[in-house]
C-alpha cells in the first residue's frame, strides 16, 4: 500500500489539488491555483494560489456532503493570524456539480471527476483511521512541520441538513473559559447542537458543548437556565 497520494483536477482556469502526504498523518492538503494571463499556472511552491490543512474531522464533513447526506459546509482556518474560508456545498439540488471554494479560489467539479475526488476522499479517511489514530511516529513529513497542528487557532463547520435545519459546531483554541447565564426554551434538539428561544422570542443554535450545565431538552415550553460560554454569546452578538 502506498504510502504518499496527489492528484491535481484541471479546470479551464481553476485547478485543485488534493495532498496526502502520509497515511500516518492525520490531514490532507487542499490546493486551489488560477492560470495566469500568460497561460502558465499559479506555482502552490512559489507562495501563489491557496493551500489549507484539512483534518480528520473535516474530511468526514465534506464527505458527508459529497455522498448527499448535508447540503454543505462551511469551515474557518486561522493559519499565522490569517482567516481562510473552506466551503463545499452543491451548486443545485441535482447534486451534478460540486463548488469548492479556498478563500476566493473556487473549484467546480462533476462527474467523472467528482467521482474521483470523493473515491480518493474516502480511501485516504479509511487509511488515516487505520494508521494515523494508533501508535505513534518519530518521522514527520517537511509538510507537517510546516504546517504544525497548534498554529491553527479557530476550526468551525457549519452543516445545513437536509431538512434545512442549521447545525453549527464550534471548537476554538486558546480562548477564555468565562461563562453565562441565559434564560431560553428548548424548541429543537439535534445530536450536536440545541434550538432555542431567548425571552426575546430570538431563535438560534447553540453548540451542546458550550453549555455547562443538566437541562431538560424534552421540555419545550418551560424557560430554563442554560450556563454557556459567554464567547459563543458575544462572536454571534445573539444578545446585543
Same mark, same amino acid.
Given at each position: 500500500?502506498?504510502?504518499?497520494?496527489?492528484?491535481?483536477?484541471?479546470?479551464?482556469? =481553476?485547478?485543485?489539488?488534493?495532498?496526502?502526504?502520509?497515511?500516518? =498523518?492525520?490531514?490532507? #492538503?487542499?490546493?486551489? #491555483? &488560477?492560470?495566469?494571463?500568460?497561460?502558465?499556472?499559479?506555482? @502552490?511552491? $512559489?507562495?501563489?494560489?491557496?493551500?489549507?490543512?484539512?483534518?480528520?474531522?473535516?474530511?468526514?464533513?465534506?464527505?458527508?456532503?459529497?455522498?448527499?447526506?448535508?447540503?454543505?459546509?462551511?469551515?474557518?482556518?486561522?493559519?499565522? $493570524?490569517?482567516?481562510? *474560508?473552506?466551503?463545499?456545498?452543491?451548486?443545485?439540488?441535482?447534486?451534478?456539480?460540486?463548488?469548492?471554494?479556498?478563500?476566493?479560489?473556487?473549484?467546480?467539479?462533476?462527474?467523472?471527476?467528482? &467521482?474521483? #475526488?470523493?473515491?480518493?476522499?474516502?480511501?485516504?479517511?479509511?487509511?488515516?483511521? *487505520?494508521?494515523?489514530?494508533?501508535?505513534?511516529?518519530?518521522?514527520?513529513?517537511?509538510?507537517?512541520?510546516?504546517?504544525?497542528?497548534? $498554529?491553527?487557532?479557530? #476550526?468551525?463547520?457549519?452543516?445545513?441538513?437536509?431538512?434545512?435545519?442549521?447545525?453549527? +459546531? @464550534? @471548537?476554538?483554541?486558546?480562548?477564555?473559559?468565562?461563562?453565562? +447565564?441565559?434564560?431560553?426554551?428548548?424548541?429543537?434538539?439535534?445530536?450536536?447542537?440545541?434550538?432555542?428561544?431567548? +425571552?426575546?422570542?430570538? *431563535?438560534?443554535?447553540?453548540?451542546?458543548? @458550550?453549555?455547562? &450545565?443538566?437541562?431538560?431538552?424534552? &421540555?419545550?415550553?418551560?424557560?430554563?437556565?442554560?450556563?454557556?460560554?459567554?464567547?459563543?454569546?458575544?462572536?454571534?452578538?445573539?444578545?446585543?
Amino acid at each position: 500500500m502506498t504510502d504518499y497520494h496527489t492528484k491535481t483536477f484541471y479546470g479551464q482556469k =481553476t485547478s485543485i489539488t488534493l495532498t496526502s502526504p502520509s497515511k500516518s =498523518t492525520p490531514y490532507v #492538503f487542499l490546493s486551489c #491555483f &488560477n492560470r495566469k494571463e500568460d497561460g502558465k499556472w499559479e506555482r @502552490t511552491s $512559489e507562495g501563489e494560489g491557496k493551500t489549507v490543512k484539512i483534518t480528520i474531522e473535516e474530511i468526514i464533513c465534506i464527505l458527508e456532503v459529497l455522498n448527499g447526506n448535508s447540503a454543505n459546509w462551511r469551515g474557518y482556518h486561522v493559519f499565522k $493570524e490569517r482567516k481562510t *474560508e473552506i466551503y463545499v456545498g452543491w451548486e443545485k439540488e441535482s447534486h451534478q456539480v460540486i463548488q469548492i471554494k479556498i478563500g476566493d479560489y473556487v473549484k467546480k467539479l462533476r462527474f467523472p471527476n467528482l &467521482n474521483f #475526488f470523493t473515491l480518493m476522499l474516502e480511501h485516504i479517511l479509511n487509511e488515516k483511521i *487505520e494508521f494515523a489514530t494508533s501508535g505513534t511516529t518519530e518521522k514527520k513529513s517537511k509538510d507537517a512541520e510546516i504546517h504544525g497542528e497548534s $498554529e491553527y487557532g479557530v #476550526f468551525s463547520e457549519h452543516i445545513l441538513a437536509r431538512n434545512g435545519l442549521q447545525v453549527v +459546531e @464550534t @471548537t476554538e483554541f486558546g480562548i477564555s473559559k468565562e461563562t453565562m +447565564e441565559v434564560k431560553a426554551k428548548i424548541k429543537v434538539e439535534s445530536p450536536q447542537a440545541l434550538l432555542i428561544m431567548l +425571552e426575546s422570542d430570538k *431563535e438560534f443554535w447553540i453548540p451542546k458543548s @458550550t453549555i455547562h &450545565n443538566e437541562y431538560d431538552a424534552k &421540555n419545550n415550553n418551560k424557560l430554563q437556565s442554560l450556563i454557556v460560554d459567554k464567547w459563543f454569546m458575544d462572536k454571534q452578538r445573539i444578545l446585543k
